[in-house]
């Protein structure tokens, strides 16, 4: 067929709403900004009874391209190997290592795969559908796909669909249809069958289009879905943008919202274990919330161990509070739940061999010892924007077993330099057991000087060293450009983790775990841009838990505070006291 007529066709699909420029670019010296567009495409859009063996496509341009994302040229339902690809002349040939099904209606998608070979200059895309039967499929399925825990939209993810409604189709076979997010988390599936589907999402980390749960992230809806949209190529869901056309890409219509997550593993076992150090060993497991019936360490009396779990349980550090000579090699014993080989779990005893690295123990030369390496590490912290709730930080490297908190001085010192004790009280924290809060009982004041000391020798870790002397000032801030933020908490239903984010969402600043409904108030905040994440903390264990694929169980719930007009990002000017109401189990409720 001859190029004009078929770019005549093709040109009523780039001029939809900003898509891409099809004016030739101008002749001369000035430089070329104008995207590649698509004069020839063999077979036409819309083609029937397409061959399913050699299958080529071929993709003619009005100048040189060049591809510069090979995994962006993307095939709908995808094969066990991605598309190939050669470039000839000004044309793109996308070719297949094996045969496509018969009477199967196809997608093939290169969006932001390819740009012109001289200026860069980036092909929106295109998505070509054939099919090798005698009819096309017609329906459309949209969404959109965020991250579980910031909300935020992920690009590249992989959307797929199943016919094979059971759980272990995700495993063991490839998607009926597939799709890539873009820059706004956003995906269509189109000309798929009028029929039922399970609905799920994947960071496809080794691009095979099969879920891996030890690398990829999931998410899933789930209950059954069928399609209810008829595709056109006029839909404004299906047509292609530049990602910063912000009116048109939130105007698409997102049926369906699903949230990444790190899928918890479904089979409890130790994963890994080693030695630390001479008196220091750790045991990890596969999933969270490992049940231990008992732990011990031949020849070690039990009270000599000393224990630590990470937040979620499935890492455990070990300490032996002993002086004599440490042994070449721990024989580790570990009575735990187990996930046996039917995939129920049964209690096991494990046996583990620590070597000390070298394979033995050797005692340090006085002279090669260093200062450092004679005393008890610790630090003191205090942020001044914090230190009114949570005080100052004391955190020890090694578990401490003489303890000198009687020995502490707290002194407050006014704007004359006068000074006076302050008084205090100890919190130890309570998932880490070498970490305490010293928090003050009396109001504190702007402009006064808080110093903690700690004196010389009065804490001492499980290897007999004491601590040096030292001094931690802390003041409230006194700018008045200062600002704060009050939220007024009400229909409190569950109990829930209200975190104070940067703008990127990168950064946790503030943090409050709250139970009943009041005011909570972030304070001492400088000028600029603030996000507020509200999580449901369900089960009452003071952390965000993830999903479970098997149990279709999905991550706790997380909820943005917004705006009237919708947006979530806090604009705080300075010396702004904002005050916000949230009605919690309204917001949950979307």
Same mark, same amino acid.
């Given at each position: 067929?001859?190029?004009?007529p078929v ?10 709403n %900003?898509?891409?420029?099809?004016t ?7 430089k070329?900004t104008?995207p ?10 819309g083609?029937?009874n397409?061959p ?8 003619t ?10 995994k962006n040229?993307?095939?709908?339902p995808?094969?066990s190997?991605?598309?190939?690809h050669k470039l ?7 070719y297949?290592?094996s ?6 209606t196809y997608?093939l ?6 740009a012109?070979n001289?200026?860069g ?21 949209t969404?959109? #796909?965020?991250?579980?825990s910031?909300l +935020?939209?992920?690009t590249?993810?992989t ?8 759980d272990?189709a995700?495993?063991k076979?490839?998607? #009926?249809?597939a799709?890539?997010?873009d820059?706004w ?6 000309n798929?069958a ?21 690398s ?19 839909m404004p869901e ?6 910063l056309d912000?009116?048109?890409c ?17 089979k ?9 150090g001479?008196?220091t060993?750790?045991i ?7 049940q231990?019936d008992?732990?011990w360490i ?5 009270? $000599? +161990? ?8 499935? %890492?455990l550090?070990?300490?032996?509070n002993?002086?004599?000579r ?5 024989h580790?014993f570990v ?12 209690p ?8 000390i ?9 006085l002279? %090669?010892?260093?200062?450092?390496d004679?005393i ?11 230190v ?11 578990p401490?077993i003489n ?9 407050a ?7 006076s004790?302050?008084?205090?009280h ?18 504190m ?11 010389h @020798?009065?804490f @001492? ?13 802390v %003041?409230l801030?006194k700018?008045d450009?200062i ?12 109990r829930y983790?209200?975190? +104070? ?12 775990t709250?139970?009943e ?8 905040? $400088?000028a600029?841009?603030?996000v507020?994440?509200?999580?449901q903390d369900?089960?009452m ?9 098997m149990?279709?169980?999905?991550p706790?719930?997380?909820?943005l ?9 806090i604009t ?6 904002l005050?916000?109401?949230?009605? #919690? ?6």
């Amino acid at each position: 067929m001859p190029v004009l007529p078929v770019a005549a066709v093709l040109c009523a699909v780039f001029f939809q709403n %900003s898509c891409a420029n099809t004016t030739q670019a101008p002749s001369g010296g000035k430089k070329d900004t104008i995207p590649p567009y698509i004069v020839d495409i063999d077979p036409l859009p819309g083609s029937v009874n397409v061959p399913t063996h050699k299958t080529t496509i071929k993709f003619t341009f009005n100048e040189y391209v060049t591809v510069k994302e090979q995994k962006n040229i993307f095939l709908s339902p995808p094969l066990s190997k991605g598309p190939k690809h050669k470039l000839k002349g000004k044309s793109l040939v996308v070719y297949f290592d094996s045969d496509l099904d018969s009477n199967t209606t196809y997608t093939l998608d290169i969006s932001n795969a390819l740009a012109d070979n001289n200026e860069g200059n980036k092909f929106l895309g295109f998505s070509l559908v054939f099919s090798t039967g005698t009819r096309m499929d017609s329906m459309v399925v949209t969404g959109t #796909v965020r991250d579980c825990s910031t909300l +935020l939209p992920v690009t590249g993810a992989t959307v797929m669909l199943y016919k094979d409604l059971s759980d272990s189709a995700l495993f063991k076979s490839l998607p #009926v249809a597939a799709a890539k997010t873009d820059d706004w988390g956003y995906f269509y599936m189109r000309n798929i069958a009028d029929t039922t589907y399970r609905l799920y999402a994947m960071m496809d980390e080794m691009g095979n289009n099969k879920y891996d749960i030890e690398s990829d992230k999931i998410a899933f809806i789930d209950s059954v879905i069928r399609p209810v949209m008829v595709a056109n190529d006029t839909m404004p869901e299906l047509l292609k943008y530049d990602m910063l056309d912000t009116l048109h890409c939130q105007a698409r219509k997102s049926e369906y919202e699903l949230y990444l997550f790190r899928d918890e593993a479904s089979k409890q076992m130790v994963k890994n274990q080693g030695r630390t150090g001479d008196r220091t060993a750790f045991i990890s497991f596969m999933a969270p919330d490992v049940q231990i019936d008992s732990l011990w360490i031949r020849n070690v009396p039990q009270n $000599k +161990l000393i224990m630590e779990f990470n937040p979620t349980r499935d %890492s455990l550090l070990i300490w032996i509070n002993d002086r004599s000579r440490p042994q070449d090699t721990l024989h580790l014993f570990v009575d735990y739940l187990k996930t046996d080989t039917t995939g129920v779990l049964a209690p096991s005893t494990e046996h583990f061999r620590l070597p000390i690295e070298g394979g033995r123990y050797r005692k340090p030369s006085l002279s %090669s010892l260093k200062h450092e390496d004679t005393i008890c590490k610790m630090q003191v912290k205090a942020e001044p924007t914090t230190v009114e709730r949570q005080g100052f930080k004391m955190s020890f490297d090694f578990p401490i077993i003489n303890e000198g908190f009687d020995s502490l001085k707290l002194t407050a010192i006014n704007p004359r330099q006068q000074k006076s004790s302050a008084p205090f009280h100890i919190e130890k924290d309570s998932t880490d057991l070498r970490s305490y809060y010293v928090k003050i009982d009396a109001k504190m004041q702007v402009g006064y000087d808080y110093v903690l000391k700690v004196p010389h @020798r009065m804490f @001492r870790d499980i290897n007999g060293f004491y601590n040096d002397s030292l001094e931690t000032k802390v %003041s409230l801030p006194k700018d008045d450009k200062i600002s704060l933020i009050q939220l007024n908490l009400t229909n409190m239903n569950h109990r829930y983790i209200i975190d +104070l984010l940067d703008e990127k969402m990168a950064r946790i600043l503030d943090s409050y775990t709250v139970v009943e409904d009041g005011p909570i108030v972030f304070n001492y905040l $400088k000028a600029g841009k603030y996000v507020i994440r509200l999580t449901q903390d369900k089960n009452m264990n003071g952390r965000v838990d993830t999903g479970n694929l098997m149990e279709h169980r999905a991550p706790e719930k997380v909820k943005l505070f917004t705006l009237r007009d919708g947006g979530y990002i806090i604009t705080l000017q300075e010396g702004t006291e904002l005050e916000q109401t949230i009605d #919690v189990a309204k917001l949950f409720e979307k």
